[in-house]
């Protein structure tokens, strides 16, 4: 069982930017990050393979966000940039044995979440 806890998450302008991360306690082939905004579905943000470094964004994200890896550490980040108030979610990272998924169902292990606001 790999246990994966996020940090990083709080308050941020329109335009500003934050750096989540996500410790795990095992290696997993990928790590994915999702987030959940309140009375909406839980929807897909980027995924990175571990071996290869492979990413996999949501249209929604691309070109803001960044996710990365540091395989010595077994942590995984996302980088916001240019953050809107649509962006505003628990965001919760995830680990799987399988490849580069954007379906929640891929993803066996699951971190607790983080909340990420934006507002003025």
């Known amino acids: 069982q790999v246990q994966l806890v996020e940090s990083g998450g709080g308050l941020v302008q329109p335009g500003g930017s934050l750096r989540l991360s996500c410790a795990a306690s095992?290696?997993?082939?990928?790590m994915g990050w999702f987030r959940q905004a309140p009375g909406k579905e839980r929807e897909f943000v980027a995924a990175?393979?571990?071996?290869?470094?492979?990413?996999y964004y949501a249209d929604s994200v691309k070109g803001r966000f960044t996710i990365s890896r540091d395989v010595a550490r077994i942590m995984v980040y996302l980088q916001m940039n240019s953050l809107k108030p649509e962006d505003t979610a628990v965001y919760s990272c995830a680990g799987t044995l399988n490849g580069l998924s954007s379906r929640d169902q891929d993803y066996d292990y699951w971190g607790q979440g983080t909340q990420v606001t934006v507002s003025s």
């Open positions: 990175i393979k571990w071996a290869s470094s492979a990413t």
């Open positions: 095992g290696r997993i082939n990928t």
